[in-house]
T-cell receptor, first 121, second 116 residues
Framework: ETGVTQSPTHLIKTRGQQVTLRCSSQ?????VSWYQQALGQGPQFIFQ???????GRGNFPPRFSGLQFPNYSSELNVNALELDDSALYLC????????????????????FGPGTRLTVL | AQSVTQPDIHITVSEGASLELRCNYS??????LFWYVQSPGQGLQLLLK??????LVQGIKGFEAEFKRSQSSFNLRKPSVHWSDAAEYFC??????????????FGTGTQLKVEL
């Protein structure tokens, strides 16, 4: 158990609808990343939030958006759902700290939640 | 861009046999490499990581991996597989983001089946 929780566990939506997925970070973590894992594939990076601001984004359209709250919990919102959005959505939290060596201090282990399985019909 | 390749989609081994899962990376400098395991319905659990130093890395659950720069590989090994090791295994590499954060780039995974 990593201390990262996600809700809901499963979700079924129809094409064109909107969905919000939630993530509660591990205590003390200030950074959250979201990944999409399609069936039979490895997770793909969607975006990362640090101190409530988007810190980097993968190759996903703008209809994928996110929020990070002051308590470091997070939401992933997907608008205008498409069939290909069916996937397991994983969030991961980490503690990002600054340091003298930007390379060494720029990576801190990401702890993954159990995921939300989204099915789009 | 950094990437990892896992050539084997499925591997079947007998319980008690040794295991080696392959991972090849593409990165000019010394990469940060990871192996994760995912059981059905579960999130990703970190098995081990390589940042620098000793090229043989020990992880949890009896797993180890060896970083070989000459072969651009980071293969995962276990001397004796247990039935509970059946799961999907992902190799991953860190990419630093422009904004200063980082992301993990995963391979497509290797599904391990253990025969009793």
């Amino acid at each position: 158990e990593t201390g990262v929780t996600q809700s809901p566990t499963h979700l079924i939506k129809t094409r064109g609808q909107q969905v919000t997925l939630r993530c509660s970070s591990q205590s003390g973590h200030n950074t959250v990343s979201w990944y999409q894992q399609a069936l039979g594939q490895g997770p793909q990076f969607i975006f990362q939030y640090y101190r409530e601001e988007e810190n980097g984004r993968g190759n996903f359209p703008p209809r994928f958006s996110g929020l990070q709250f002051p308590n470091y919990s997070s939401e992933l919102n997907v608008n205008a759902l498409e069939l290909d959005d069916s996937a397991l959505y994983l969030c991961a939290s980490s503690l990002e700290v600054s340091g003298d060596d930007p390379w060494i201090s720029s990576y801190n282990e990401q702890f993954f939640g159990p995921g939300t399985r989204l099915t789009v019909l | 861009a950094q990437s990892v390749t896992q050539p084997d989609i499925h591997i079947t081994v007998s319980e008690g046999a040794s295991l080696e899962l392959r991972c090849n990376y593409s990165y000019g400098a010394t990469p940060y490499l990871f192996w994760y395991v995912q059981s059905p319905g579960q999130g990703l659990q970190l098995l081990l990581k390589y940042f620098s130093g000793d090229t043989l890395v020990q992880g949890i659950k009896g797993f180890e991996a060896e970083f070989k720069r000459s072969q651009s590989s980071f293969n995962l090994r276990k001397p004796s597989v247990h039935w509970s090791d059946a799961a999907e295994y992902f190799c991953a590499v860190v990419t630093i983001l422009t904004g200063g954060g980082n992301k993990l780039t995963f391979g497509t995974g290797t599904q391990l089946k253990v025969e009793l």
